[in-house]
């Protein structure tokens, strides 16, 4: 019996052969990664969807906010919270209060520290916390004078902490109804860093929840020791890279 | 006389089985032909909808970037904001009222009482240094402040320190305690 030559199957199965070659090198080398490039994409697409998302979200809370109003409450809250350690006005803004308050004021101590002038620092090398700066005072008042003064900065912008009320021997005064009192006591301002940056763009904005909207209408009609001279801030902000140098 | 193709048996056998085989072959090189061809035309056109949805999204993400950054100065005001109304409240929990003890000093002005020393020490502690000329006024002083110290919701009131001087008077330190 005579066997099928290879050249005769060579020449039935060529064409076919080099269609399936054809078809394994390009699916291979084009079809597999195309596949893979494809599902590349997809997962792409998903988190581009949640960029998107978060996106959208930023922008319609950004656009909810006026511009106007904003910079009054950062200015505002900043007055409140000061983000340097500013010593002279906080000395300026307690003989305001003092004489709001009819409250005469004497003598004064004050250990400035490490003064800043480019931003609030939380705490010292040693730990200590240094984002307070405190005013010693010795005055003297009568007993309503006094009262009105710590009613005052109860609720003051700046924020103020009356501490270490000391008062000396508590006299009638010609008017029998009150006193005349002499002491001292101590003022402590607060003083805050301010963020560095704002993040990466898609970091989600903060919310002000309804307590804190409520605490800013409170604080709008806080007690204000501001000087005639002091104008709020309003400097141009010069976009994401320098965000808060107001 | 017979002029058609002499073909042995085997011959006719060998041919037929090359033929089926081709056949089936064929049939699966078509096969394989055919589902390379849809896979293809299916990947191509993944990739070509895919990718157009990845350009318009990127498209979209950075005309929202950029629609963010010309909000920049309102989105460092906002985070100002933030950043100062928590700190604003940590620092109102924390803050000290010394109004009550201002309101209390105001209560505890008693006849033939003198006070020398008035300390508020936090919120928690106020020291008064003080004398009453005699026993009477001082007894009359203590159910006084008993009833004070009640009504206004301290816990004690502790004499730290206690004397009689010359010529009758009292002298005393006295802490009121929350």
Do not use: H
């Amino acid at each position: 019996m005579s066997k099928i030559s290879l050249k005769d199957i060579f020449e039935a199965f060529f064409i076919p052969l080099l269609i399936l070659i054809f078809c394994g090198a390009v699916s291979y080398f084009v079809l597999v990664p195309k596949i893979g490039e494809v599902f590349d994409f997809r997962k792409e697409i998903t988190a581009q969807k949640e960029k998107i998302t978060k996106l959208s979200e930023k922008l319609t809370t950004l656009d909810s906010y006026s511009e106007t109003e904003l910079l009054e409450l950062s200015n505002l809250l900043l007055e409140a919270i000061p983000n340097e350690k500013n010593f002279y006005l906080l000395l300026a803004q307690s003989k305001e209060a003092f004489k709001q308050s009819s409250v005469a004021f004497g003598k004064f101590s004050l250990s400035p520290g490490l003064v800043s002038s480019a931003s609030a620092v939380q705490t010292t090398k040693d730990g200590k916390d240094d984002s307070i700066v405190s005013l010693g005072v010795a005055f003297s008042s009568s007993f309503e004078a006094l009262l009105d003064l710590v009613q005052k900065t109860e609720k003051s912008i700046p924020f103020l902490q009356l501490a270490n009320l000391r008062l000396g021997t508590i006299t009638p005064a010609s008017s029998s109804a009150t006193f005349d009192l002499a002491g001292d006591l101590s003022i402590e301002n607060y003083f805050r860093p301010l963020p560095k940056t704002l993040g990466t763009i898609e970091t989600p904005l903060p919310k002000l929840s309804e307590a804190d909207k409520k605490l800013l209408g409170e604080i709008k009609n806080w007690q204000r020791f501001q000087l005639e001279e002091e104008t709020a801030s309003s400097e141009e902000i010069s976009g994401r890279e320098n965000p808060f140098s107001f | 006389m017979d002029k058609g193709i002499n073909l042995t048996k085997e011959t006719q056998v060998k041919s037929a089985t090359l033929l089926q085989a081709k056949k089936n072959f064929n049939s699966f090189v078509y096969f394989i032909l055919g589902l390379f061809v849809f896979v293809a035309v299916l990947t191509t056109a993944a990739f070509l909808f895919y990718r157009s949805v990845f350009q318009r999204n990127e498209a979209m993400i950075t005309s929202l970037e950029t629609q963010i950054k010309d909000q920049a100065k309102k989105e460092s005001y906002l985070v100002t904001v933030a950043n100062r109304l928590n700190i604003a409240n940590d620092i109102l929990k924390q803050k000290k009222s010394y109004l009550k003890n201002m309101l209390l000093l105001q209560k505890l002005f008693f006849p033939g009482l003198a006070i020398s020393n008035f300390e508020i020490n936090g919120v928690d502690a106020i020291k008064i240094t003080g004398d009453v000329p005699n026993s009477r006024v001082l007894a009359d002083f203590n159910d006084f402040l008993t009833k004070v110290v009640r009504d206004e919701g301290y816990k004690e009131a502790v004499y730290s320190s206690f004397s009689l001087a010359e010529g009758g008077k009292y002298n005393f330190v006295l802490e009121i305690n929350k």
